[in-house]
Nanobody, 116 residues
Framework: VRLVESGGGLVQAGGSLSLSCAAS????????IGWFRQAPGKERDWVSC????????YYSDSVKGRFTISKHDAKNTVYLQMNSLKPEDTAVYYC??????????WGQGTQVTVSS
């Protein structure tokens, strides 16, 4: 199983970024894929998750209404559109599979930095 994140970067507060997670090595469409993040000195937190079998989506309270998770089945890719970014969203963002709450597989992470 391989998960490769891309799309991180530096953005000003109020701006937007879109992250991608390209998945391979397992049956896309049969497992949940989620996003987690870890800020410096803090524990890794769950952000969002999508059930790739039916498209159901889930969000943490901290990002609900600002972030949108989606998938592209033909590309085996999950996206995280992040709008109205805040400095507290600064973290390394990780893609993970194959469950929303206790995934077995992790990507290498991509840095998101939001300046005030």
């Amino acid at each position: 199983v391989r998960l490769v994140e891309s799309g991180g970067g530096l953005v000003q507060a109020g701006g937007s970024l879109s992250l991608s997670c390209a998945a391979s090595g397992f049956a896309f469409g049969e497992h949940a894929i989620g996003w987690f993040r870890q800020a410096p000195g803090k524990e890794r937190d769950w952000v969002s998750c999508i059930d790739t079998s039916d498209g159901s989506t889930y969000y943490s309270d901290s990002v609900k209404g600002r972030f949108t998770i989606s998938k592209h089945d033909a590309k085996n890719t999950v996206y995280l559109q992040m709008n109205s970014l805040k400095p507290e969203d600064t973290a390394v963002y990780y893609c993970a599979a194959d469950s929303c709450d206790d995934p077995d597989y992790w990507g290498q992470g991509t840095q998101v930095t939001v300046s005030s």
